[in-house]
C-alpha cells in the first residue's frame, strides 16, 4: 500500500531514494520537487544556456532514478551525487563548446523584471553570471555551489573529487576572479563609484 | 592601477551579489517537472514489470481448498466420498482375495444360507494377509 504524501515529505532524501526503488511513486515527486530547481538552476549558472541546463537537469534526475533500486543508505548523500552528476554533465558540454562568446550569452530570465526593482536586480544578476561565464569552469563550479547553493567546502570537495583544501583555493581565485570581472560596472550593479 | 583596483568590488558587496543570486534562481522551464516524473514513473512500470511475480496473498491457500470443495460437490458431496471410498476397498479385497474367497462373495445373495456372512468377509482379509506374505517368503 503506498505511503501517504504527508508521512514522506519530512522524509531524508536517501530514505525517499530508497521508498522510490521500492515502487512509491510519490516519493519521486517529492524528491524531484527538491532538487531540480537547485539542479537546473546550477546547470543554468555553469553552462548559461536554457535548452542545455534542462538537457542535464533531467538527465541527472534519470540517473537517479535508475540507480534507486541500488543505492545504499548512509553510503553516500544524495544529493552531492546528484550535484557531482550535473558537474559531469555540465564538463561534457563545456568541453564540446570550446569557449563561448560573450555574445552567446543568453540574458537570464527574472520573473519581477517589470518592477524598477527587478529590473535593477535583473541587471545585477545578468551581470554577475557574464561575470561568471568569464571564470575558468572549476573556479566558477566552486563559486557557484559554495555562494550561490550554499554547499560546505567538504561537499564541495566531494562533488569535484578533489580535496577541501583545493576547494579553497578554487574559491578564492574564483572570488578574485569575479571581482576582477565585475570591475567597472559598480553603477550597472547598483553600486555607485565606491 | 591603484584606480583600477579601487572598483573592484570587495568581498562584502560580492558576497551579498551572490546572497542575491541564490535568493533568486533561474525559473524552472515549464514542463520540466511533469518530464521528469513521466521518467520515473515510466522507470517504476518498467522495474514492476520485470520483478518476479508478486507474492501470493493470503486467499491464495483458501482458493485452493475452494477448487477441492468444487470437485467434491461435483461428486456428490462427503457421502459420496465415503461410497466412493468404500467401493475402492472392495476393488483391492477382490484383487487380493484367494479365490475360495471371492466364490463365496459372487454366490451371496439375500437370504441365502451359503452365501456371504460379514464375519467371514473379515476372515478373509486375514487370508488375504496370509496371501501377500507367502508371495513374499516365495519371492525371497
Redesign the interface.
Known amino acids: 500500500m503506498p505511503m501517504p504524501l504527508d508521512s514522506l515529505a519530512d522524509q531524508p532524501d536517501d530514505a525517499l531514494l530508497a521508498a522510490y526503488g521500492r515502487g512509491e511513486r510519490v516519493a519521486a515527486r517529492i524528491l524531484a520537487e527538491r532538487f531540480l530547481p537547485r539542479l537546473y538552476g546550477h546547470a543554468m549558472r555553469m553552462l548559461n544556456d536554457r535548452a542545455e541546463a534542462e538537457d542535464v537537469a533531467q538527465e541527472a534526475m534519470l540517473r537517479l532514478w535508475k540507480i534507486a533500486p541500488a543505492w545504499r543508505q548512509g553510503e553516500a548523500k544524495v544529493s552531492t551525487w546528484l550535484y557531482r552528476v550535473v558537474a559531469n554533465l555540465c564538463t561534457d558540454r563545456l568541453r564540446r563548446r570550446r569557449g563561448v562568446g560573450l555574445d552567446s550569452i543568453a540574458e537570464p530570465a527574472d520573473d519581477a523584471a517589470s518592477a524598477e526593482d527587478g529590473l535593477v536586480r535583473a541587471q545585477r544578476v545578468a551581470a554577475l553570471q557574464e561575470a561568471l561565464m568569464r571564470l575558468p569552469a572549476r573556479q566558477r563550479q566552486a563559486v557557484v555551489l559554495r555562494h550561490v547553493e550554499g554547499l560546505s567546502n567538504p561537499e564541495i570537495a566531494a562533488v569535484m573529487e578533489v580535496s577541501v583544501e583545493a576547494v579553497e583555493s578554487l574559491n578564492a581565485r574564483g572570488k578574485r576572479a569575479l571581482a576582477k570581472a565585475l570591475a567597472g560596472r559598480r553603477e550597472e550593479l547598483g553600486y555607485g563609484d565606491g | 592601477m591603484v584606480m583600477?583596483d579601487?572598483?573592484?568590488?570587495?568581498?562584502e558587496?560580492?558576497?551579498k551579489?551572490?546572497?542575491?543570486?541564490?535568493r533568486?534562481?533561474?525559473?524552472?522551464?515549464e514542463g520540466?517537472?511533469e518530464?521528469?516524473?513521466a521518467?520515473?514513473?515510466a522507470?517504476?512500470d518498467a522495474?514492476?514489470g520485470g520483478r518476479p511475480a508478486p507474492a501470493p496473498a493470503p486467499a491464495a491457500r483458501p482458493r485452493r481448498l475452494a477448487a477441492c470443495a468444487g470437485w467434491l460437490t461435483a461428486l456428490g458431496g462427503w457421502p459420496a466420498l465415503a461410497g466412493l471410498s468404500a467401493a475402492a476397498l472392495v476393488g483391492l479385497w477382490l484383487g487380493y482375495a484367494p479365490p475360495q474367497a471371492v466364490e463365496r462373495l459372487a454366490g451371496a445373495r439375500p437370504g441365502n444360507e451359503g452365501g456371504f456372512d460379514p464375519g467371514e468377509f473379515m476372515l478373509s482379509f486375514e487370508g488375504v494377509f496370509e496371501g501377500i506374505l507367502e508371495e513374499g517368503r516365495e519371492e525371497g
Open positions: 583600477a579601487s572598483r573592484r568590488l570587495n568581498d558587496e560580492l558576497e551579489l551572490l546572497a542575491e543570486a541564490a533568486h534562481p533561474p525559473p524552472l522551464p520540466l517537472l518530464r521528469v516524473l521518467d520515473a514513473g522507470l517504476a522495474a514492476a
